[in-house]
């Protein structure tokens, strides 16, 4: 039967084929990843607008963070009560873990920890250092006008924070997300343990502080109003 014979070589060569084929379409498609295993940035090609902008405002708020490492310690020693200068002294420990938190963060997308000057926390820092130098040392004023100060930084870093933990979930950086959320909750206690401060008694007491100095000027105000009355006077009688 030479005619099934040529079948059955043509059927077996075909099969052989195709195995072939199917061979070299698997080595083909196995994925290769040129990105170290501990890094989570998952953008299509590891440069998306997106990750760039994580990237840089990680950069900005790990400036900003190892700034307030400095500033604090000076901000506790300009402020009056007790309490205000303990839960200064906490948050300048949670600082310090901030900074080394996003550090953990730039590992994770396999970057180099680099910090990006923050002109927004310098101008808050700055605006802080002038209400201390416009208020009268060892009053309830003065810790009023820190934490007001302290305050505007907590809420632009739970603004970063915030954001930061978005865009972390939208690169699908799990264990990035993570880390700012714990950061982030951090500073949320710090600004709610800050307004307990503040309306506790500070507050009260420094508006009798204001009441006090405020009568002064009104006093000093009609003093300068009677004598400029009294040079116009003099003025038109010479006249």
């Not at 690169?171 to 700012?180: C, N, P, Q, Y």
């Amino acid at each position: 039967m030479p005619t099934t014979k040529s079948r059955s070589t043509k059927t077996k060569s075909s099969s052989s084929t195709r195995q072939s084929r199917a061979k070299d379409t698997k080595a083909k498609a196995k994925p290769v990843s040129g990105k170290p295993s501990n890094t989570e940035m998952t953008g299509s090609n590891g440069h998306s607008q997106l990750e760039k902008l994580f990237l840089d405002s990680l950069k900005d708020i790990y400036w900003a963070e190892k700034h307030l490492t400095k500033v604090l310690p000076k901000m506790k020693k300009k402020a009056t009560s007790d309490e205000l200068k303990e839960a200064i002294e906490e948050h300048l420990t949670q600082t310090e873990e901030h900074v080394s938190r996003l550090e953990q963060v730039f590992n994770l997308c396999g970057k180099k920890p680099q910090a990006k000057k923050c002109e927004a926390m310098e101008g808050l820092t700055k605006e802080g250092d002038s209400i201390v130098e416009e208020t009268e040392d060892g009053t309830e004023t003065r810790d009023a006008g820190i934490i007001m100060a302290a305050q505007k930084v907590e809420h632009y870093e739970i603004a970063t924070y915030g954001t930061l933990v978005v865009f972390a979930k939208t690169l699908g950086m799990k264990d990035a997300a993570d880390i700012l959320i714990e950061t982030l909750k951090e500073e949320k206690d710090t600004d709610e343990r800050l307004t307990a401060i503040a309306e506790g008694n500070v507050n009260m007491t420094a508006e009798q502080e204001a009441g006090e100095e405020s009568e002064d000027e009104d006093e000093e105000e009609d003093t300068d109003s009677e004598e400029e009355n009294e040079e116009e006077k003099d003025n038109e009688k010479e006249k």
